[in-house]
């Protein structure tokens, strides 16, 4: 029996052996070695209780296969995790929850590198923040890849679900599938802090059924945050939503299903961030706001209170108070200053009265002659008495003269501040409601904010409305809770000043972009506000049934400066080589062949916008044309502002893109 008993016992200690983690060293911060599934399993049960939790190093030295596991996921991990290059297979999360991935959440010390997975994250029940990787990450997620399925409702992404301000994901890769209802990005679904050197190789939301909307996904959150209930919002191929920064990123993937969604993007669905350097060679497509690089790029808004008209009005009123309180005072104090120095005058009449009196022989009597002393000093004491009086008399006369001056000068300041009352009664409204000013034309190298630089779409896109090669739209979000993504600063009053910028900056799209029925560009689908300038575009735009069309702006309110456009325009009216209805547009060229307008076309635009107070809106704008002239705007060419030019004199246009020179033959 006892040797029973032993037996038992040595096997159990060897089965414990082979569940614990290896420590490589006896040190205290020596790493954690895996070498095994139930060793990573263990490690996920208990690294949350465990102390050495934090800050631990942990180092995989084997390929792990997690199939028939119910992962779970490892809770909170805020150390180092070295894949050391092997691969973790067989991964599987589905079930009830949120925060879902190989690690829930990554906190700001956590950093994640060289590590492949692959497998499946597809929770049910509320399933927001998903990711390959990471559910939440603040910290580092590098050289890592993932390849599977990845499926969610809010935030899900091939790497990560939600990458907060401090979050840097690095150098990592996706291959397979990400779907979810709203902010789903290949790499990351929400991205607050730096996606850095990624490539997605994963499909987008490509089916029907990834773009629709389950009942149990709608939440007051959705129903304020997105357009439409039953469409996906916000995807990208590299990040659904992107308030951070998103460099040198590449997306080769698919992007959406036709005619569902919005905010579709090949690098990022909406953008308010930096997005710099990127380049999308897969297929965009979306219902609206779809675009090869962003879906929708939201300007950045710094908005300011300042006082209102009734602020205004009761300041100046505390003011007229407490001048005319002033002036109260002044006229008691120069009143006290007389009626003091007139006292003071009777009681010195007297005392020289006396004095004089010492001098003057009383009547009926014979006079003592004074000795000479005598008599001088009654002189003395007399015309002291006199001086004193004199200096009362001027006393009381620049008491006088101060009070006057000072009612005078107080008297101005009431009607100074009466005629201040009456302006603001007659102006209040200029001192009432919102005023917002675009900005985006002075936009400068230090302003990294809503901006999208030198990035390269090759993808084709797709989409009913709001059509770009590189953006779809340049707008605030059309949304129930607009005001929550704009930084308000000082008191709050009725009158609120804002500046608003958003930036395109020498991006290129070669690829066609199709609108099925409004606002295609090139470049930008349409802008409420904004700037696009020193982009290039060379791919096809529009379609026979669309309007507003663009070799680089379908519809733009905004500013368009220093853009070319080569390329085929297609579109039923209002239709044009650079923007199909245009508000600023400037130095800009043109080579392009118009084609099914039937009003309202021209080589640089189809119409104007005359909202713009701008003086000048369009001007420096040449195109080259082959064939019968179309016209600078809507059939009519204007001198200096968009004018015709013949092939040698275009070509000699300083600062002219070399596209311009080049013929590109293709052979069916």
């Excluded at 009005?313 to 008691?332: E, F, I, P, R």
């Excluded at 603001?424 to 009432?432: E, Q, R």
């Excluded at 690829?511 to 700037?531: R, S």
Aim: charged share 20%.
């Amino acid at each position: 029996m006892r040797k029973r008993i032993t037996a038992c016992i040595g096997l159990l200690l060897a089965l414990c052996l082979a569940l614990t983690p290896v420590y490589a060293g006896e040190e205290e911060d020596a790493a954690l070695v895996i070498t095994t599934a139930d060793q990573l399993l263990a490690f996920a049960e208990n690294c949350c209780l465990d102390s050495y939790s934090q800050g631990l190093s942990v180092r995989l030295e084997a390929d792990l296969d997690l199939t028939g596991v119910d992962w779970e996921g490892i809770p909170v991990f805020c150390g180092e995790f070295d894949g050391g290059g092997h691969t973790i297979t067989g991964l599987s999360v589905t079930g009830d929850g949120s925060q879902k991935g190989l690690f829930r959440t990554l906190t700001e010390t956590a950093r994640v590198y060289v590590l492949n997975l692959q497998g499946t994250v597809a929770p049910q029940g509320s399933r927001s923040q998903v990711g390959g990787i990471a559910g939440v990450s603040a910290g580092q997620i590098t050289g890592c890849t993932f390849a599977g399925t990845v499926s969610g409702a809010d935030a899900a992404g091939g790497i990560v679900g939600c990458s907060q301000v401090t979050g840097l994901v690095e150098n990592c890769r996706v291959s397979g599938s990400v779907s979810g209802s709203h902010f789903v990005g290949g790499v990351a679904g929400e991205n607050a802090g730096v996606v850095r050197g990624c490539v997605n190789e994963a499909a987008v939301n490509t089916t029907e059924q990834q773009n629709q909307v389950a009942l149990s996904d709608v939440t007051l959150e959705t129903l304020t945050g997105a357009e439409s209930l039953n469409n996906t919002t916000d995807t990208g191929g590299i990040a659904g939503v992107n308030t951070g920064v998103v460099r040198s990123c590449e997306n080769r993937g698919d992007v959406g299903y036709r005619q569902m969604g919005y905010n579709v993007g090949g690098i990022a669905g909406s953008q308010s961030g930096y997005l710099v350097d990127c380049v999308n060679r897969g297929k965009v497509q979306g219902r609206k706001e779809a675009g090869g690089i962003v879906g929708q790029l939201e300007p950045v808004t710094r908005a300011e209170y300042s006082k209102d008209a009734l602020q205004m009005l009761q300041d100046q009123l505390n003011t007229l108070n407490q001048t005319a309180g002033q002036v109260s005072g002044h006229l008691q104090s120069g009143v006290t200053g007389v009626s003091d120095g007139l006292d003071s005058l009777r009681s010195q009449a007297q005392s020289a009265r006396d004095a004089a009196a010492a001098l003057v022989p009383q009547p009926g009597e014979q006079p003592d002659l004074p000795d000479r002393d005598s008599l001088q000093a009654a002189k003395n004491n007399l015309t002291s008495r006199i001086q004193t009086m004199n200096q009362t008399v001027s006393g009381m006369s620049a008491a006088v003269q101060g009070s006057v001056d000072a009612l005078t000068s107080d008297l101005q300041a009431i009607t100074d501040q009466m005629n201040a009352i009456n302006h603001t009664v007659s102006h209040a409204g200029d001192y009432l409601g919102w005023e917002f000013t675009d900005v985006s034309d002075e936009d400068t190298p230090d302003d990294l904010t809503a901006k999208v630089e030198n990035c390269v779409n090759e993808g084709e896109v797709f989409a009913d409305w709001n059509a770009g090669g590189i953006d779809g739209a340049m707008a605030p979000e059309n949304d129930l809770n607009t005001l929550t993504s704009v930084e308000f600063y000082g008191e709050k009053s009725l009158h609120l000043y804002g500046q608003m910028r958003a930036v395109l900056l020498n991006c290129s799209n070669s690829a066609p972009v199709y609108a099925g029925k409004q606002n295609a560009g090139g470049t930008v689908g349409w802008t409420a506000m904004g700037l696009a300038r020193g982009c290039v575009n060379t791919g096809d735009v529009g379609s026979e049934s669309a309007d507003r069309v663009g070799g680089i702006a379908g519809s733009s309110a905004g500013f368009v400066r220093e853009c070319s456009a080569k390329c085929r325009v297609t579109g039923d009216s209002q239709t044009g080589g650079i923007a199909g209805r245009g508000a600023v547009v400037t130095d800009c060229r043109a080579l392009v062949q118009l084609t099914g307008a039937r009003e309202q076309y021209g080589a640089v635009l189809g119409s104007r916008d005359e909202s713009t107070g701008e003086e000048n809106p369009v001007q420096n704008n040449f195109y080259l044309h082959a064939g019968q002239d179309p016209g600078g705007i809507d059939g009519v060419s204007y001198e200096g502002q968009a004018q015709p030019l013949d092939r040698e004199s275009f070509l000699a246009l300083e600062g002219l893109p070399d596209l311009f020179r080049t013929v590109t033959l293709t052979f069916v």
